[in-house]
C-alpha cells in the first residue's frame, strides 16, 4: 500500500480553508498535516511539517503573500508541489505566481473536481 499524500492548506478564509480540508481527506484520501492562515503561520507550518504538497492563497494579507510562502517552501523540499489558489486570472497575478513556483493554479471559486484533478 503506497503512503497518504501530505498536504498543507494556507488559507485566510477559515471557512474555505475547511471546505478545502474536508475535500482533501475525504474525496482524495490524503493526510492534511496542517492549515495556516497567514504567512508566518504557513512558513513556520511547512518547515515543521514538510508536506509533500500544498495548496497556497496567493493573497494572504500582511507583507507577505503565498509566492513568498512558496519560495520558502521550495528552498526546504524542492520536489515538493505547490498550488495556488486565487481569485485573479490577471496576467500580473499570473507572473507573480510564475510557472517556477506553481504546479497548479485554481482559480475561486474552487472546484471540487478540479481540485482533485489538480493532484494528478
Known amino acids: 500500500m503506497s503512503e ?7 488559507e485566510n478564509d ?11 481527506e475525504l474525496d ?6 496542517g492549515v495556516a492562515h497567514t504567512a508566518d503561520e504557513a512558513s513556520a507550518m511547512l518547515e515543521r511539517q ?6 497556497i492563497e496567493l493573497r494572504l494579507g500582511g507583507a507577505r503573500d ?3 510562502v512558496s519560495i520558502d517552501y521550495l528552498r526546504l523540499k524542492p520536489d515538493g508541489r505547490i498550488i495556488f489558489i486565487t481569485a485573479s486570472s490577471e496576467p500580473g497575478v ?3 505566481i510564475g510557472e517556477d513556483h506553481a504546479y497548479r ?16
Open 94 to 96: 499570473m507572473r507573480r
Open 105 to 120: 493554479v485554481l482559480t475561486k471559486p474552487i472546484d471540487p473536481t478540479s481540485l482533485i484533478a489538480a493532484f494528478d
Open 66 to 68: 503565498g509566492v513568498d
Open 28 to 33: 482524495l484520501g490524503a493526510e492534511v498535516v
Open 4 to 10: 497518504k499524500r501530505r498536504v498543507a492548506i494556507v
Open 14 to 24: 477559515v471557512l474555505l480553508a475547511y471546505f478545502l480540508r474536508e475535500i482533501v
Open 50 to 55: 514538510r508536506p509533500d504538497w500544498v495548496l
